[in-house]
């Protein structure tokens, strides 16, 4: 099968400073790939330039076969690629339903319709209604953004990238900050709606390796701007050399599959 | 070469006395993240006192020689509305930049009729005192005393002013102010204090300007809508916040004024923008600044 | 409901006005009407985008232009045809300024655009045989659906016809721009003041859409330039003074720009309080400053966010009905 998204070689460099080096990574339909690595690995590096916002200095990287360097976001969720970050960004002043709106329109190629009503405009609504049902936000569809508990901000922030029925969606650690007993929760919630939703591809930064462990069908470790291992989670953890580098000193419990 | 001469020294001139009204904007620009439309009224406010000052000196028996040490001391003495209006400006540091602009245009309407009270609306000039200090001779040239002195004064306030930032411990805590409020309220500073230090200073620095360009200029209604613009010019050519870029925007700008008026009238403030525009859109950093989003 | 119902009784109470009051108001009404106008476009990018213009009075000074242009020089005396073409010029010339002021923002945006105004203004002063340098150009009296309305002298033209011309396009631009800022383009636009990088991740051209704004915007105030001009009967290069930019600003700011028509709000009280203030003292530049001062520290929605709060305080005090 044909990966949804593949870098092949890339390598990013600063001057001396070598980002990335010679990282080829292939994601396909169906699969939940997990980026880990210790800071300073090139984790944010090689994120940014899966989604386009950094060209590769060498090396290719490819999106549904199309070579999407340096294309930058707007182009990137018009191709089918969403990304949701760590930070929440919302838009203060706007509903949850507007919030989600603005996905939808970017997505339905509405956004030069000067003219037409937002409010008419029973298609928006709907598919507005559907997303934000999926995260549970339904109720909440005319409250400010701004005067949501965080937990909500967050569920809005990651609802509106799902808004513009990507294929691939890119989640760059999405449970920081979330507490530890809703961390499962929130990334059930988030599987579960990407299913829902006709997402063909999950890309995961996470530094949770419980979450990463349960969720992912691949991990990718990066080392030093080079890709250490890239495993499915029982091959992942059952070696100890990559889970020392990764993880330190927890081998013991995750080793177990605690 | 006189004709160039005469170019030269009339644009550094112009530059000398930009630079001061610039640097002004820049260092509260650079601490409190404010650009002040009314750094032109403080020159003009400067301008229409010094003529006052000196007057008032020569009335009362001094020789018309020291005009120069009582404009200075006119633009420093009205460093007093500095405290004053930065109270004013406290309301909206934490606000829209929108505001800021809108607080600061509101004191260009207010200063309009503040100098129209005092001093009417009728351009006022200090005649001809600039005469009383000669000209100088270099090679087979003559500079006007008073041009150089000003020149010379300049060069002093920027040498000064570049070593108190670099080399005292005041100027040290304004650039990290400047860098970082927060850092610097951790770390103890009294940043109200500093706030209104720098703003009454950047206001010397405007009035200061002003009091010194009178002896060649009229003083006028039209000068503190006027000044911002070039003002303006200067701290976009020379990028936002850095003092160099002041001295750097201010010769830019005080030659090429000096070049349009002496061959092309029509085009004086017209090139001005556009290479204003050209800057922008090149290297919206300036010359000196910092890159921009 | 409320909102339509107060904008028709503000409607009817307009038509109504020339009977009411002496024809010295109503040649101020005509203005407020321009500005009314020009604030409605000028604030689509101010409000609604969050992109503030220190130079937005260039636009209003290429409609004036255009108007005087047309009428003494090109003959064209159809209204509809100088407003269609001054309009048309003030989205030519705002095409190189925003494609230009688009990158950038906050600051950056408002001195560019603040130099771009002043650019203009010294084209204007400075070419005396294109455009009269300081003194300007005439205006002429256009001709209104085709109508000539020759027989009547200037004031009775402008407090009857023309008045009555300006009060229709006023509403017919207002429909238009809250059919505008109502639709998915208009939620955009907020999205991109809001937070601009996030909407890019949700695929929203900025850039372009601020483009657009910008374009619209300059159109708006072109519209106003031409009834000033024509209530003038002149076209000035103080149009274009950044300080009339400014005023822009200080309108929209003084009606509340976070409303629809707080911007019309705005341009009406500003045109009266500066003539009543002009009329009382000669220091009327220093009241208006000291209202600005008030405006920005104490109420910074405006006279609508004023009433608005009032509003929702005394819905609060008046006791519910039990249920």
């Not at chain 1, 969606?169 to 449970?175: F, G, K, M």
């Not at chain 1, 999950?202 to 701007?225: C, F, K, N, P, T």
């Not at chain 3, 402008?158 to 109502?182: E, Q, S, T």
Request: hydrophobic share 55%; proline share 4%; aromatic share 10%.
């Amino acid at each position: 099968m044909t990966p949804l998204i593949e870098t092949t070689d890339v390598r990013k460099a600063y001057g001396d400073f070598v980002a990335l080096d010679r990282v080829s990574l292939a994601i396909s339909e169906g699969e939940l790939v997990s980026i880990v690595g210790p800071n300073g690995a090139g984790k944010t590096t090689l994120v940014n330039v899966l989604t386009g916002l950094l060209k590769p200095t060498a090396g290719v990287v490819r999106f549904k076969g199309e070579d999407i360097a340096g294309i930058g976001p707007v182009a990137l969720a018009r191709r089918g690629m969403a990304r949701a970050f760590q930070l929440v960004h919302i838009f203060p002043a706007m509903t949850v339903a507007e919030t989600i709106a603005v996905a939808v329109i970017s997505q339905t190629g509405k956004s030069l319709r000067l003219f037409a009503s937002v409010k008419k405009d029973a298609a928006l609504a709907a598919r507005v209604r559907e997303v934000a049902a999926i995260f549970g936000l339904e109720a909440k569809l005319d409250d400010e953004a701004r005067l949501l508990p965080q937990g909500e901000k967050k569920l809005l922030d990651i609802a509106s990238a799902f808004a513009l029925s990507p294929e691939v969606i890119l989640l760059d650690e999405p449970t920081s900050g979330v507490s530890t007993a809703d961390k499962h929760g929130l990334m059930r919630s988030v599987v579960d709606a990407a299913k829902r939703a006709g997402v063909k591809a999950i890309i995961l930064v996470e530094h949770d390796m419980d979450l990463v462990a349960e969720y992912s069908s691949r991990i990718v470790a990066l080392q030093g701007g080079r890709v250490l291992a890239d495993r499915a989670p029982a091959q992942f953890f059952a070696d100890p050399g990559i889970v020392s580098v990764i993880v330190g000193k927890r081998v013991g419990r995750l080793a177990t599959g605690g | 070469m006189t004709a160039f001469v005469d170019i030269l020294i009339g644009g550094v001139f112009h530059a000398a006395v930009l630079f001061l009204v610039a640097a002004g904007l820049q260092l509260v620009f650079g601490v409190q993240k404010i650009v002040n439309l009314a750094c032109g009224s403080f020159y003009a406010l400067g301008a229409y006192f010094g003529i006052s000052a000196v007057n008032w000196a020569i009335a009362a028996g001094m020789p018309p020689q020291l005009f120069l040490p009582v404009l200075i001391a006119a633009g420093v003495v009205l460093g007093v509305i500095g405290p004053a209006i930065e109270l004013l400006l406290r309301t909206v540091y934490d606000r829209d930049e929108a505001f800021q602009l809108l607080l600061t245009f509101a004191l260009v309407l207010m200063f309009q009729d503040v100098l129209r009270f005092f001093w009417g609306a009728n351009p006022q000039q200090l005649g001809n005192l600039v005469m009383a200090y000669g000209k100088i001779e270099v090679g087979e040239v003559q500079i006007p005393t008073y041009n150089a002195l000003v020149i010379a004064a300049s060069v002093l306030i920027a040498m000064a002013i570049g070593a108190f930032l670099q080399r005292t411990r005041f100027g040290r805590i304004l650039r990290a102010t400047a860098e970082n409020r927060e850092m610097a309220q951790a770390l103890g500073v009294n940043v109200r204090w500093m706030y209104a230090s720098v703003f009454t200073l950047g206001t010397v620095l405007g009035t200061v300007g002003g009091a010194l360009v009178v002896p060649t200029a009229a003083a006028s209604l039209d000068m503190p809508v006027e000044l911002v613009v070039e003002a303006f010019a200067v701290v976009v050519i020379g990028g936002l916040g850095s003092m160099r870029g002041a001295l750097a925007g201010a010769l830019v700008v005080g030659i090429m004024r000096a070049l349009a008026i002496r061959y092309y009238a029509e085009l004086e403030m017209l090139a001005i923008y556009v290479v204003v525009i050209a800057i922008l859109v090149a290297r919206p950093a300036g010359l000196f600044g910092k890159p921009v989003e | 409901m409320m909102r339509l119902a107060l904008a028709l009784a503000a409607i009817v109470a307009l038509a109504a006005l020339p009977r009411l009051i002496s024809a010295y108001y109503i040649t101020l009404v005509l203005p407020a009407f321009a500005y009314g106008i020009a604030l409605l476009g000028f604030n689509l990018l101010f409000g609604y985008t969050g992109l503030l213009s220190f130079g937005h009075a260039l636009f209003v000074a290429v409609g004036a232009y255009g108007a005087a242009v047309l009428s003494s020089k090109l003959g064209v005396k159809s209204f509809e045809l100088v407003l269609l073409l001054s309009g048309l010029a003030a989205v030519l010339a705002a095409v190189p300024v925003a494609l230009l002021s688009v990158r950038y923002v906050r600051i950056f945006f408002g001195i560019l655009t603040l130099a771009f105004g002043m650019l203009f203004h010294s084209v204007l002063f400075k070419f005396y045989d294109l455009t009269g340098g300081d003194t300007g150009i005439r205006v002429l009296r256009p001709s209104l659906l085709g109508m000539d309305f020759e027989k009547l002298d200037k004031t009775s033209f402008l407090v009857g016809p023309f008045y009555y011309y300006c009060l229709a396009l006023l509403v017919a631009l207002a429909i238009v721009m809250w059919r505008v800022v109502r639709s998915p383009f208009g939620l955009q636009l907020v999205a991109i003041r809001e937070n601009p990088r996030k909407a890019e991740y949700l695929g929203v051209r900025v850039r372009f859409l601020r483009f657009v704004a910008f374009l619209i915007s300059a159109f708006y105030c072109a519209v106003g330039g031409v009834i000033l001009a024509i209530n003038t009967g002149q076209a000035d290069p103080e149009l274009a003074y950044w300080t009339h930019s400014g005023e822009l600003v200080f309108m929209t700011v003084l009606g509340g720009f976070a409303s629809f028509f707080g911007p019309l709000v705005g341009a009406f009280t500003f045109i009266f309080l500066k003539s009543e203030l002009m009329g009382m003292t000669q220091y009327w530049r220093f009241v208006l400053g000291v209202i600005l001062v008030l405006i920005v520290v104490l109420f910074p929605r405006g006279l609508v966010g004023l009433v608005q709060d009032v509003a929702s305080r005394a819905s609060r005090l008046v006791p519910r009905a039990p249920k």
